[in-house]
């Protein structure tokens, strides 16, 4: 389907999920298999900056995937965090338990989702970009590489602690939450991140458990599957090797030039 069709009364599914294969993309497909709920997607292609297109720009102003088109209720929504609310509350989904079943888990499960939107994703976002597209590109900047290695090593941390606190075998214990849906395409990037995880033994199995499990491992390769960023043993060197060089050339390069930036006033 392409952008054009995306509210196309002749399509079956009430919903529609706008994304490409990365990390805030696969949520959603990872999602609809988690509740069985049925639904279509429609690729926002990056390699032809759709995200940017006038058509995407008008569903989401922000121009980044991923966006829902709820064809049921007439309705787009942006933002993952927002997305996964607003679709688990309409379709009474037991990954957001409601405030009257639970009010300590409900709670929670907002907590950490935020967060997942606010701390975790942007630090291996950035340390992903500074390493697999702009130094890539030739510009190579080890202090930014540093500190975005060091949060999102940080926030991996703190995954695997809340799991030797919760006992798993999910985040936040028994159950299956929002949070492990949010939490996990970044949580299984590691590898492209540059991020060591290899003494994150909770975190490292309940990796694991999730790309074993048929909803988590069915979205998880929707539009398409980009295993490279998984590292081994879901990929070969040569899909890393090639992935390396297609990934590159993705994102057009937004950044001011020094000359371009204003001068810092003197304290
Ligand atoms: N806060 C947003 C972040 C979305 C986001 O950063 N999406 C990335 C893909 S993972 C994107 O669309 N990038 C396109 C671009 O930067 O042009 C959310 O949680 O949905």
Redesign the pocket.
């Known amino acids: 389907m392409t952008l054009d069709d995306v509210w196309s009364s002749s399509v079956h599914s009430e919903i529609c999920c706008l994304i490409?294969a990365?990390?805030?993309?696969w949520?959603l497909p990872i999602l609809f298999e988690e509740m069985g709920v049925p639904y279509d997607w429609a690729l926002?292609d990056?390699e032809k900056?759709e995200?940017?297109s006038k058509g995407f720009l008008s569903i989401n102003p922000?121009?980044?995937?991923?966006a829902l088109i709820d064809r049921g209720s007439g309705v787009a929504v942006?933002?993952?965090?927002?997305?996964l609310e607003y679709c688990a509350t309409r379709f009474a989904s037991p990954l957001l338990p409601s405030p009257d079943e639970d009010l300590k888990l409900h709670l929670q499960t907002k907590q950490w989702l935020y967060w997942q939107?606010?701390g975790l994703?942007?630090a291996m976002?950035q340390a992903m970009y500074f390493q697999r597209i702009a130094k890539v590109r030739g510009r190579n900047d080890p202090f930014a590489i540093g500190r975005f290695i060091a949060e999102a090593e940080r926030c991996l941390q703190m995954l695997d602690d809340q799991l030797t606190s919760s006992g798993g075998p999910f985040l936040l214990g028994q159950r299956c939450t929002l949070v492990d849906v949010a939490c996990f395409p970044y949580c299984a990037s590691a590898y492209w991140a540059n991020v060591d995880i290899s003494a994150m033994s909770h975190l490292l199995a309940w990796i694991e458990m999730l790309h074993q499990r048929p909803s988590f491992s069915t979205g998880l390769a929707l539009p398409f599957s980009r295993t490279a960023f998984f590292g081994p043993p879901y990929a070969t060197p040569e899909e890393i090797e090639a992935e390396i060089a297609r990934n590159a050339g993705q994102?057009?390069v937004?950044s001011k030039s020094p000359s371009e930036l204003p001068e810092l006033s003197a304290p």
Request: a positive charge.
């Open positions: 490409y990365t990390q805030n993309g949520k926002v990056f900056n995200q940017r922000n121009g980044r995937i991923p942006a933002e993952s965090g927002a997305i939107v606010s994703g942007p976002g994102f057009a937004i």
